[in-house]
């Protein structure tokens, strides 16, 4: 299974933005000090840098948006955790050791269509290589990988 996801931009973010930046706006139109105009300048600029580069959901190719989470485990778990994949991801124990970080779980979740999408990453100096291909679960089925 191949899947592709795109970053793209939350209601959550749109609003973020745009209260900054409305309220720089009503800092610099407000009669004040200068200093208010200044640092209602530096909000608008903080809004408008947030409106272009924040995307904080991530979408499949059927429009559905979900919420991606990294988990981090030791080299050593490796074998353990893509056999917990391929069976029953829910009868396993996914706390992190939070120490060593050769493994990447990526969780791609989405509560309006109950999946889950997970891929396992292994560290080569310098970065993530895909050791497992893509597995889907039920949300309710997953544990707590999602959690």
Known sequence: MNKEFTR???????VLSLVLT?????????????AVSILGCFITIVGIVLLCVLKSV????????Y??????????RKK??????????????????GSEESLRLDVYSCKE???????????IPYEY????DWFKFDLDKCGNLCK
């Open 67 to 76: 919420k991606l989470v990294h988990r981090f485990y030791p080299k050593a």
């Open 129 to 132: 290589l895909s050791c497992s």
């Open 113 to 123: 269509n109950n999946t889950v999408y997970v891929q396992c990453f292994e560290f």
């Open 58 to 65: 991530r979408r499949d190719e059927t429009g559905a948006n």
């Open 80 to 97: 353990e955790i893509l056999e917990a994949l391929a069976g029953d991801p829910s009868a396993h124990d996914w706390t992190e050791s």
């Open 8 to 14: 793209v931009r939350s209601a959550r973010d749109l």
């Open 22 to 34: 409305l309220a720089g706006l009503a800092c610099i139109l407000v009669p004040s000090s200068i």
